[in-house]
């Protein structure tokens, strides 16, 4: 093995008022981030460009050198999660979440308080499996906590628009049904099919026996849909067939398998009681020690590493910036000290960087710039692994497109 790469989801952010205006990263105690930090180089990222609002869709795509516009995240999570995909089948990523109801359209949380099981997301997919009756085949699975994906099976098209509401600061969060983004027929026909679907989905699911004892226990019920991302078919990537990807989540698990690695993974932990942030901390600790395990038994398979650590997002979702900085002192602890004491004495490349920024403050992803650090090949005078320290850095700005190229992932 001779390169590494480490994608810190979301853990990018801006100044935090409880933490004297410094960001979760400048507060996170991380000797060992600081140690890479001290003997490399920093830069700093936009993952699309200056104004785009990064997904983890679209930003790890063009970090991977594609271009960032062409991306359906619903397929890749699709094959993340085993789907076997015809080419015209609509495959799109989906969110349990809460709405008033369907002629408000109201949306309570995109997420469902986050605290929907996955016993109760796999009685509520079979129930709509069952349920709901369309002019095609379709299924849909659930994922990890509040995700899923539905795929309608047949000739469809995806220039079609989103229903997931994805709240901002000044937008109305209301919940708007699909419409066709063309004046093609099978266009028209899509979107039309997909609101019947979510229209059956929440008829069904507002009255289901699951929702009414969540509501009777003061949580929010999971009675509708929201969609986005759908696609058709699954894009050509750049190849790293020479690659190993250590991930269990379905999105990265789909774009690290259409970009030719082997991705080895886990079953992510099931999300047992409400306690969404038990289950984080059980998934971090988790893919830690896969993720280590993995790397000594593979590292001489394969000539590069792709790993990703998908808890540090949710913090920032949730303007939680205590949790955001505990996640990241235990993958400074757990990962990069044993990451550290792997590489001594090896010609290896570490580079570590966000797919997006996080900021607590706006619960949401931004078109902040993230840092990125490069162990391996000489040194400047960095001493943090933190936003501030990456302005600094000799490695200058950059966009996701040509990061593999300006830090020697490529060779």
């Not at 979301?10 to 996170?28: P, R, Y």
């Not at 929907?116 to 299924?139: V, Y």
């Not at 790293?240 to 989540?249: H, I, L």
Request: hydrophobic residues 35%; glycine residues 10%.
């Amino acid at each position: 093995m001779k390169k590494i790469l480490v994608i810190l989801d979301g853990a990018s952010g801006l100044s935090v008022k409880i933490f004297g205006g410094k960001t979760c990263l400048e507060m996170a105690e991380t000797p060992n981030l600081d140690f890479f930090a001290e003997k490399g180089k920093m830069g700093y990222m936009y993952p699309i460009d200056e104004k785009t609002v990064p997904g983890s869709d679209n930003a790890i795509i063009s970090i991977f050198g594609n271009n960032s516009e062409n991306c359906k995240r619903g397929v890749y999570e699709a094959r993340g999660l085993g789907f076997d995909l015809k080419r015209g089948d609509f495959a799109v990523r989906t969110n349990f979440g809460t709405i008033e109801n369907l002629k408000s359209k109201v949306v309570i949380d995109r997420r469902a308080g986050r605290t929907l099981t996955t016993k109760e997301a796999q009685i509520l997919a079979k129930a709509l499996n069952k349920g709901i009756k369309l002019p095609c085949k379709f299924e849909f699975r659930p994922a990890v906590q509040h995700r899923g994906v539905l795929v309608l099976k047949g000739g469809f098209s995806d220039n079609i628009t989103n229903t997931d509401p994805e709240w901002r600061p000044g937008k109305d969060n209301k919940f708007r049904f699909s419409e066709p983004l063309d004046d093609d027929e099978n266009s028209k026909y899509t979107s039309n099919v997909l609101n019947d679907l979510l229209d059956q989905a929440f008829k069904i699911l507002n009255s289901h026996p699951i929702n009414e004892i969540r509501r009777k226990k003061g949580l929010l019920p999971a009675n509708m849909l929201f969609t986005r991302g759908g696609g058709i078919e699954i894009p050509k990537l750049k190849k790293y067939k020479d690659w190993m990807s250590v991930n269990p989540m379905p999105l990265e698990i789909g774009i690290a398998e259409a970009s030719g690695m082997k991705n080895f993974s886990f079953e992510y932990p099931k999300l047992k009681k409400i306690d969404v942030y038990a289950n984080l901390y059980d998934g971090l600790d988790r893919t830690i020690k896969f993720a280590i395990k993995t790397i000594k038994k593979r590292h001489k398979d394969f000539v590069g590493c792709y790993v990703q650590f998908k808890e540090t997002d949710v913090p920032g979702h949730d303007n939680k910036p205590y949790e955001k900085r505990k996640m990241l002192e235990i993958i400074d602890k757990r990962f990069f000290g044993f990451l550290r004491k792997f590489v001594e004495g090896k010609n290896i490349k570490v580079v570590v960087t966000c797919d997006h920024s996080t900021p607590c403050k706006l619960k949401a992803h931004s078109s902040h710039p993230v840092p990125v650090l490069v162990f391996g090949g000489g040194g400047d005078e960095s001493s943090r692994f933190s936003e501030r320290e990456a302005k600094k850095g000799s490695l200058g700005k950059m966009y996701g497109w040509e990061l593999f190229r300006k830090v020697g992932l490529d060779k």
